[in-house]
């Protein structure tokens, strides 16, 4: 792209939004060229449309100057890499103002959404029409984007917390500015198009999830009926080797669907990370954290190697089923099962001392540390999740955080394995092993999104301000990643910086360029996302990005 | 397609193949010629490959002669054309001899299969191993293959009934003789091959279902663990405007997953169909049967206007409380709840006379209809539902029935609706109205495939041998197909006549136009399948396909 194609597209996409809805300052330009980690790519405009119709013109004018594009919808893909688009020089199209929320059935439990609609928006909507269905939503923040989250197949935490398979009918600008709808949505005035997915003919919505082959400006995203009972359950292991039996329990209530949401577990550093930051003083600022310092905050915090929690959802006799059932299949395992009904949580909140004595458990912290996992297996969104980025930030967590901000360190590695207790704990193992070697804490979440799979997600938590640590990281997410998918265990989602890297097979990469050459012969849309080289291109590929995020750093 | 294009494809496929997997005398085609209702296109030779390699071949040499093909699994598409293809002069590749069961995990139940792989081969595979594990059949026949099945989103009737959102990791030969794989079965080592279905990046499989864009060569399918309790329930509307509460009613017990399965409805014609074939006698050969039969039977049969059917699975409390909830929200229907647990129904087997007796019910008739029904909601294919394809026939149902061969004439129409019971009364209504005004008892079942959906199907149920049948039936066909898109009830399947006259719009046409061009260039796999024309060109295309279906019978 030359300055003359680029001045081209700034004029056209100017006149058409208006210069108060372009920015190509360097000023206001640079918080959308900055990540959790480093990065190079320059952003030379933002764009931000009102509409789809704008839309639509603003990649008609990309293709007609030849300025690439990148699409985000709110921008928050932290650890992954924010609002910084994969391939230098794209300028952002930034889809926040579109805002409405376009339907909604409480009959039916569904609401159609445009990309701007943000988790406290929809949780809101909800609360105020006094709805009685539930959302689900990503523990990340209330202020992403649901549409965003869902095509980059972002998880939650309720029933229905495999955001993907709960959405249905995506309407689409196509990267030359055509407008494609998808299952029964594209049937002429079809009664189903927010009900069902699948259409007629071939299913094309998984072409545009993590992929560059559209933008999505609408979407139906399914919401649950509130049940009449709710509680939570937490397990804590009290034996580092306690992993493989707790997930192979797990995975049988699951299956059989006593289980019927998600199962999160944290390893004692994601714990220690949710609660508090890197604890400077009692470590005389030595890092890693060491075992001693972990065992002590194990005992003082009371929390175990590995911490599992989960929602039961039903009637009363289904949830004092389930609470049956549970208590059962963890018996004989080395922890702790507690349950806390929201009857409980919120006596508990009023008589939080009274009740320590009572109960002979210090509900106080306990409440801190549970209240917005709690939340979140009810649908409410939180912020809490992003404070756990100022974890090695030597200043205290702002009132408004913003880890791209404030040069907090992220990187998130997302291996899927199946779930069985011996797959998992090698998994695990591999990723402690990897990062305590290069100096970080092995914060580790697991996640049981499906009866049969096990989404981790592996941290690797600095301060960018620290001088080399932005390479230090980058290394060690290399190796992580590398040492992962040799053990077979693939991410579920890729960072920016891994996108070149990831290995392809030839036919699989073939494919996607087929694909991508029919529907956008310009490669005007977000150039290099999700755009896997074929597994003969790939150590080049990855010795290529490697060497990209050394030169960024 | 010229003659010496054949030949030369002819001689190839032979030494490829051997001479006794290609047939291409008239005698042996006939019957791949040949669906329930009128057809013209012919089939110039039979292929039968060993395997995926051959399969790559067959392809390879299509592309070099410019012979199209036509893949089926099994070629059970009944109702919506058999074995036939969609467009003249295909080559039929019969993948019935791919029957290799290539993967099995009890523990995170799934199995991976090639085509041919059938319904009944699966089930005693299971049954052999002695495994826990139940699969999901659809009620057509054990002898269905289950790709082809999943891959036309077929449904059946435990809490895996939705097929296609069941299936995870495709191994697809492309048209050009390529092999993709899908999912995580596509990341070179991956653990996840079997259980993560939506890998990394852009998920293909949808591309791969109701389309003509690839051959699914082996694919793994999900198995559900068998309940520690199972019971049926049946309910009976003793009133014909009792369907929209309780579709309401069953909608909401979806949603709130007391009802984990697909529950079934039929009408009263549809259950005599199921019952015996067209009673003759009585009606002194008139049709179509009248309201005055009817009640006849449903009173002597004792079934309803609408009768309702699902499973109820879980352990013995869960089971329980499902059932108090169910008989909770059907409280104030005008009907008869019925449950029916698997000790019951062993007891009702072994002592029905006295069962009878004992529980003032004529149990007998009842096993009769509700034994193929439990079955499939345990997994257990059955052969039941074919002989209601010879409701109209004056022969006796054959011991090895074939609808094709017995001239058996058969149209499924399969609209959808959203799952309220307004939406889903005026579906029944008009289809009711359409088939009885020209003649045809209106057949009709509605499953609630999802909590949100309704899945209806009508069949048109003739008898081939008597003249001027065919094109009745294919004239209500139609009449039925334009009546319910105008009211917003689209197919979730098309049957080979329906699919040049399906309405599509033109982005949507365009998209799956330039998908084909790039992925099967010289098109020849499976042409005119799923092929939707623009909605400018469908009434021109639906009079086409009218004129050819008058033609053709």
Known sequence: MSLEQLDCALERWTQLLGPEFVSSDPLRRRPAETATFATCQRVPAILRPRDRAQIQQCLRIANQCGVPLYPVSSGKNWGYGSRVPPADGCALLDLSRLRRILDFSEELGYVTVEPGVTQRQLYGFLRQRGSRLWMDATGSSPECSLIGNVMERGFGHTPYGDHFAHVCGLEVVLPEGEVLRTGSARLPGSTAAAVNRW????????????SNLGIVTAMTIWLMPEPECFAAFFFRCEDPAGLPPLIDALRDLRLRDVLRSSVHIGNDYKVLNGLEQYPWQQTGGLTPLSPEHMAHFRKTRTFGYWNASGGLYGTRAQVAEARRLLRAALRTQNGKLRFLSEKKLRL?????????????????????????VVGLMRGVPTSHALASAYWRKRMPIPADPDPDRD???????????????ESVAALTALASDTLLQSGFEPMISLTLLTPRSVYAVISITYDRQVPGEDQRAMDCYFRLAQRCTEAGYHPYRLGIQAMPAAAATETYSSVLERLKTVLDPNAVLAPERYEERAATLSADAKNRSYAQAQLRS
Request: hydrophobic share 45%; proline share 8%; with cysteine.
């Open 199 to 210: 259409g007629v003919g071939p299913s094309l919505d998984g072409l545009f999830s993590q």
């Open 348 to 372: 508990a909140r009023r008589f939080a001392k009274l009740f320590s004595v009572v109960m002979r458990w210090d509900v106080t912290r306990t409440i801190d540390i549970v209240e917005p």
């Open 407 to 421: 040069g907090c360190g992220l990187l998130w590695y997302a291996p899927v394995a199946p779930a069985t207790g």
